[in-house]
């Protein structure tokens, strides 16, 4: 395993911008994919999200990639699929960004709701998703996979735009 990039420092200021996913960051989003999840996302996942046209988009701070989200777009809503935080930049507000940039990105689209599933265990997104306010607005049995062949519950968060 290589070792983390060196997060940048309050004394030399990083640029930090949003950048359309391509095949050539795709390594490194799989690697923070799989230090942030359980079960996290395949190549295959990415890549059929690409080619199907999804928004991708990377937060990177200098080469220092922050996190990235991956959402689908439907008839007046968006569907956000995935968002993640590298680990070493959680719990530093990176990810309301990730969900500002979302809902400014959605709302230029002409979409009036933004949906999202998170594991019903996953307290901590939920209060962020909560913080930003998405409202709890049902659950899907068995959406994700476990450990041990099991299944866990989603909770369905919405937010009007």
Avoid: C
């Avoid at 990377?58 to 777009?73: N, S």
């Avoid at 956000?80 to 990730?98: D, K």
């Avoid at 959406?143 to 919405?158: C, L, Q």
């Amino acid at each position: 395993m290589s070792a983390l990039p060196t997060p940048p420092s309050a004394a030399t200021p990083a640029e930090v911008r949003f950048q359309a996913l391509t095949l050539a960051q795709l390594d490194a989003v799989l690697d923070v994919e799989q230090r942030a999840y359980s079960h996290p996302w395949t190549r295959g996942n990415f890549t059929d999200a690409m080619a199907s046209g999804y928004q991708a988009q990377l937060l990177m701070a200098d080469d220092h990639l922050l996190g990235y989200f991956v959402a689908m777009i439907g008839v007046d809503e968006v569907h956000l699929l995935n968002i993640t935080v590298a680990p070493e930049f959680q719990r530093q507000g990176w990810a309301r960004t990730l969900l500002d940039a979302l809902a400014l990105w959605a709302r230029g689209q002409g979409a009036q709701w933004l949906w999202l599933e998170v594991r019903m265990s996953n307290l901590r997104a939920q209060h962020i998703y909560q913080a930003n306010g998405f409202r709890r607005v049902g659950e899907r049995k068995r959406y994700y996979p476990a450990a041990g062949g099991e299944r866990e519950d989603a909770v369905v968060m919405s937010l009007a735009l």
